[in-house]
C-alpha cells in the first residue's frame, strides 16, 4: 500500500535537512527521560545520529528513551568512551565536552559549521576523566546563579541550538546534505519501515519511489 503523498513529502523535508556531521555523544547519561528529551532535541536541532555509552546496569531500552523519536534518530551505542571516540575521531568530528574544567571557552565560541560531537556527561559524575582528556576541547555554558550545573538535557538543547543557529545562518538546512545513497536507503525505510524490513529479510534491494513516494515495481 503506497503512503499519502503528504505524509511522504513531510518524511522528505525533514530527512533533507538532517546534519550528518554534527552529533551527540552521551556517556552514562542514564536516566529515560534525560536521554529521551535529548533525543528529541537532537530530532528538532536535525541531528541524525546519537551515539552513546553506558557503563552502568541501568541503561534503558530503546523504547523506554525514545517516546517515538527513535524512528528518525539513529542511536549508535559503543562499548566504552574510548571506543566512541576513536569512532568519532575517525569519522573526522572535532568532539566537545560539556565539561567544567580550566580550559573550559564559552559554548559559544565553537565553531559548530565544522564536523561536530557533543560530548554530554553523566546526571551526577559528569563528564569522565578520560572522556575529557581524550576530546579536543571543553565547553561551558555560564552558570550565573546558586545551582552549579543544568540538567543535562538542558545543557544539550542549549549548545545544539547554538549549532543550529550557526548552521541555519550558513544555509546547512537548505539542500540535503547526506551522501544520495544513505539518504534514499532512509527515505524508504521511513517511508515504508514494513517492508523495508521484509527487503532486508531476504537480502534485496530497496525498490524505487516515484514523485509523490510510490513504490515503483
Ligand atoms: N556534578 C557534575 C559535574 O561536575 O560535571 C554535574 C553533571 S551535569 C548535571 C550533567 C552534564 O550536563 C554534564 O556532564 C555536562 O555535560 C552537562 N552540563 C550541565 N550544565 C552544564 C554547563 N553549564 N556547561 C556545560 N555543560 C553542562
Not at 8 to 18: A, C, D, S
Not at 74 to 87: E, S
Request: glycine share 4%.
Amino acid at each position: 500500500m503506497n503512503l499519502l503523498p503528504r505524509r511522504y513529502h513531510r518524511i522528505k523535508q525533514v530527512l533533507e535537512k538532517r546534519q550528518p556531521d554534527l552529533t551527540v555523544l552521551t556517556e552514562d547519561v542514564h536516566k529515560p527521560h534525560n536521554l529521551s528529551a535529548i533525543i528529541r532535541t537532537c530530532d528538532a536541532v536535525g541531528i541524525l545520529d546519537v551515539h552513546s555509552i553506558n557503563t552502568t546496569d541501568e541503561f534503558p531500552t530503546f523504547s523506554q528513551v525514545s517516546q517515538g523519536s527513535d524512528k528518525w534518530i539513529f542511536l549508535h551505542t559503543h562499548p566504552d568512551i574510548k571506543t566512541a571516540i576513536n569512532y568519532l575521531k575517525s569519522q573526522h568530528f572535532n568532539i566537545y565536552a560539556a565539561h567544567f574544567t580550566n580550559k573550559s571557552v564559552d559554548y559559544r565560541d565553537i565553531d559548530y559549521t565544522q564536523p561536530t560531537a557533543v560530548l554530554l556527561g553523566a546526571e551526577k559524575w559528569g563528564v569522565s576523566e578520560e572522556a575529557a582528556n581524550l576530546v579536543d576541547g571543553h565547553i561551558i555554558i555560564p552558570m550565573l546563579g546558586m545551582v552549579q550545573s543544568l540538567n543535562v538535557s538542558v545543557a544539550a538543547a542549549v549548545i545544539l541550538f547554538e549549532a543550529q543557529r550557526q548552521r541555519l545562518a550558513r544555509k546547512m538546512y537548505d539542500t540535503s546534505r547526506l551522501d544520495a545513497r544513505r539518504y534514499h536507503k532512509i527515505l524508504f525505510e521511513w517511508s515504508y519501515p514494513d517492508i523495508a524490513t521484509i527487503h532486508q529479510n531476504n537480502g534485496e534491494n530497496y525498490p524505487f519511489l516515484g514523485e509523490n513516494g510510490e513504490i515503483i515495481h
